[in-house]
Nanobody, 123 residues
Framework: EVQLVESGGGLVQAGGSLTLSCAASGLTFGEYAIGWFRQAPGKEREGVSCFDNMDGATYYADSVKGRFTISGDMAKNTVYLRMTSLKPEDTAVYYC????????????????WGQGTQVTVSS
């Protein structure tokens, strides 16, 4: 059974930092891309970042470029999302997902999803 477990969310003041983790099990980690998506109340889910385990490529939404950094640890089957200079508009539930991705920003390219972790940024 494939499982993706997110952790690291929480409440932080604007300008602060958090690191999210996505631990994967039940899949061949190196064959998947791991993406992070977020969904704020009343808004559509949006792609935040993606780490392609097959070639190490990274992708970011324009809204987080320069502030968020994604990385992968093959030994731990875990992908991290380091978030700095957080803004209130970053407040959302963050989900990680795994899939043989073609378009990293298309949620339909992902086969497996975690349960999400809440990130709240106070002003």
């Amino acid at each position: 059974e494939v499982q993706l477990v997110e952790s690291g969310g929480g409440l932080v003041q604007a300008g602060g930092s958090l690191t999210l983790s996505c631990a994967a099990s039940g899949l061949t980690f190196g064959e998947y891309a791991i993406g992070w998506f977020r969904q704020a109340p009343g808004k559509e889910r949006e792609g935040v970042s993606c780490f392609d385990n097959m070639d190490g490529a990274t992708y970011y939404a324009d809204s987080v470029k320069g502030r968020f950094t994604i990385s992968g640890d093959m030994a731990k089957n875990t992908v991290y999302l380091r978030m700095t200079s957080l803004k209130p508009e970053d407040t959302a539930v963050y989900y990680c997902a795994a899939g043989p991705v073609v378009d990293w920003n298309d949620s339909k390219d992902y086969d497996y999803w975690g349960q999400g972790t809440q990130v709240t940024v106070s002003s």
